[in-house]
C-alpha cells in the first residue's frame, strides 16, 4: 500500500508524519498531501468550478459545440 509518510504537503508544505496521506500522480511527478489539506483542496477547488460553472452558463468538461 503507498504511504505519504516522509514526503512535504502539496498544500502547506509540512512534512507528512502519519497515515493516511493523499498521493496523486501529477504530470511531474507524485504529488502528497495530509488528508486534510487534501479535502481542503477539493472543496475549493469544488467551489470554483461551481463560481465558474455559474458565471459561464457552461459545464466543465463539456464537448464544444
Same mark, same amino acid.
Given at each position: 500500500?503507498? &504511504? $505519504?509518510? /516522509?514526503?512535504? #504537503? +502539496? @498544500? #502547506?508544505? /509540512? %512534512?507528512?508524519? @502519519?497515515?493516511?496521506? !493523499? &498521493? !496523486?500522480? /501529477?504530470? &511531474?511527478? *507524485?504529488? +502528497?498531501?495530509?488528508? =486534510? #489539506?487534501?479535502?481542503?483542496?477539493? $472543496? %475549493?477547488? /469544488?467551489?470554483?468550478?461551481? %463560481? !465558474? *460553472? *455559474? =458565471? &459561464? =452558463?457552461? %459545464?466543465? =468538461?463539456? $464537448?464544444?459545440?
Amino acid at each position: 500500500m503507498p &504511504t $505519504a509518510v /516522509g514526503y512535504l #504537503c +502539496f @498544500r #502547506c508544505g /509540512g %512534512r507528512i508524519r @502519519r497515515d493516511p496521506g !493523499w &498521493t !496523486w500522480a /501529477g504530470e &511531474t511527478g *507524485q504529488i +502528497f498531501a495530509h488528508i =486534510g #489539506c487534501a479535502a481542503d483542496l477539493m $472543496a %475549493r477547488l /469544488g467551489y470554483d468550478i461551481a %463560481r !465558474w *460553472q *455559474q =458565471g &459561464t =452558463g457552461e %459545464r466543465f =468538461g463539456e $464537448a464544444e459545440k
